[in-house]
Structures are given as C-alpha cells and as structure tokens.
T-cell receptor, first 113, second 115 residues
Framework: KNQVEQSPQSLIILEGKNCTLQ??????????LRWYKQDTGRGPVSLTI?????NTKSNGRYTATLDADTKQSSLHITASQLSDSASYIC????????????FGQGTTLQVKP | KAGVTQTPRYLIKTRGQQVTLSCSPI?????VSWYQQTPGQGLQFLFE???????NKGNFPGRFSGRQFSNSRSEMNVSTLELGDSALYLC??????????????FGNGTRLTVT
C-alpha cells in the first residue's frame, strides 16, 4: 500500500535553532518527492521537489535530502525564524499510469521567540 | 502572474444543501486538481482534470463531483451536504498533464462549514 509517514507530528523550537523533519515513504513506482509549507489558513507552497537521481536540494534556509534506497527524506531548517511556524507536508509522486500524489499527514512546527 | 484563485473564501451551509466551489488556475495551466483537508485526515485527493477531462478520481462518494471548462477554470460540487464535509477545499493547478508530473500551485482554499 502506498503510504507517506511524517515525524514528528508536531515540534516546538526556539527562534534561531535548527530542526529536522522526517518523511518515510512506501510508494512504488517512485517519481518524485516534494516538501510543501502551509501557513495557517493558506494553501501549501512548494519548497522543494526532488527526483530519484537527486539526493539534496536547497531553498534558502530549507534543505531537503532524499535517500531513495531507504525511502527516506528529511527537511532541515537552519536558523529558524518565527515565520517558519507552519505545517510541513511531504508528498510523494508515483510514476504509475495514474500519476497520483500520496500525501503525508504533515508536521506542525512552532517557532517560539 | 496571478496565482490560483478560489472563490468563495468562506462558506456556511446547512446539512442537506448543495454547494459549488470555483477555481481559476494560473494562466496557461491546463491541469486542475482538488483536495479536501481536515485536521484528522490531512490532505486527501478528490479529482483531477486536464483539458476538460477527468484524469483521476479519489475515494470520495458520488456526492462529490467536478468539471473543467474550456478556459481551464474548474468547479466542484458537493450535494446533500453532511457535517463531515466541513473542511478546507484546496484547488491546485500545474503545467503537466497529471498532478504527479510537475509542481503544484495551490490556491488558498475555500473553508466550508456545514451546520
């Protein structure tokens, strides 16, 4: 069964600290993995998208890694800011003939001053 | 370039009524997909359209339907509303034929409350 599991479910950190969010998936056939940031009351915004051949991709203070062998991805946030408080959603794309996306439940990050 | 626009932003309906939500994709995007987001279930795929044709459908009852027009704008309809239909409904557009093949651009959603 195609699944995407994220951990932790929620996280509280102090402003300026780093943190890492995890995503494990069992999606086959695999096409790509995306990380989205969703602010409260807004739609998700794409942070990174990685294909099978990419193992790291950065977007400012956000760095995503992908290990296709272990089917794990992480999103590392450096020098967190209050504006990083949001939900982070891991999404895996399947290259099956339906081309479906499988969504994780998200990690809620709260950055405190 | 304007982003994905969803209307209305908020909606309150009564059980048994029906509702229509609208989505205008980014100019040039011909693929539109719809999602339901609830605190307990996260984001769940409803359906996907490309060039007025439904390409994929999620596991939702037939009360949920949608369509896409020749200008790529899309609507989704929910009939005989139930309390459990209360959710944030998100629309996303992309350049690719299927949502899984290219980055998705989401609107800010329609918050539907069923009382």
């Amino acid at each position: 069964k195609n699944q995407v599991e994220q951990s932790p479910q929620s996280l509280i950190i102090l402003e300026g600290k780093n943190c890492t969010l995890q995503c494990n998936y069992t999606v086959s056939p695999f096409s790509n993995l995306r990380w989205y940031k969703q602010d409260t009351g807004r739609g998700p915004v794409s942070l990174t998208i990685m294909t099978f051949s990419e193992n790291t991709k950065s977007n400012g203070r956000y760095t995503a890694t992908l290990d296709a062998d272990t089917k794990q991805s992480s999103l590392h946030i450096t020098a967190s800011q209050l504006s990083d408080s949001a939900s982070y959603i891991c999404v895996v794309g399947s290259s099956s003939n339906t081309g479906k996306l499988i969504f994780g439940q998200g990690t809620t990050l709260q950055v405190k001053p | 370039k304007a982003g994905v626009t969803q209307t209305p932003r908020y909606l309150i309906k009564t059980r048994g009524q029906q509702v229509t939500l609208s989505c205008s994709p980014i100019s040039g995007h011909r693929s539109v997909s719809w999602y339901q987001q609830t605190p307990g279930q996260g984001l769940q795929f409803l359906f996907e359209y490309f060039s007025e044709t439904q390409r994929n459908k999620g596991n939702f009852p037939g009360r949920f339907s949608g369509r896409q027009f020749s200008n790529s704008r899309s609507e989704m309809n929910v009939s005989t509303l139930e309390l459990g239909d209360s959710a944030l409904y998100l629309c996303a557009s992309s350049l690719a034929r299927r949502a899984g093949e290219a980055p998705l651009h989401f609107g800010n959603g329609t918050r539907l409350t069923v009382t």
